[in-house]
């Protein structure tokens, strides 16, 4: 499963990795949030959740991006080509 989010905090906080992490069936130790390990900052986590390594795999845009933009492009784009067709 393949999941498209923008860069908001809540989709890589300690409650979703932990989330991730059990859902996988990961075994190796997360670290402390704040501290250590995968839960050590955001980068660190964002990263443990793209890994393509894992069945579930997280694909978050760019900061400065707005997928819902891009999205509104696509279906504006969509519906005046079969408008005109």
Not at 7 to 34: P, T
């Amino acid at each position: 499963m393949h999941l498209a989010m923008d860069n908001l905090n809540i989709y890589y906080s300690e409650s979703a990795v932990c989330l991730v992490a059990e859902r996988i069936g990961f075994e190796g130790d997360l670290g402390r949030k704040g501290r250590c390990g995968i839960l050590r900052n955001a980068a660190s986590s964002q990263a443990f959740l793209s890994d393509p390594e894992h069945p579930l795999g997280f694909h978050f845009t760019p900061k400065h991006a707005s997928w819902l933009n891009q999205i509104e492009i696509w279906f504006s784009i969509l519906v005046r080509k079969l408008i005109t067709v």
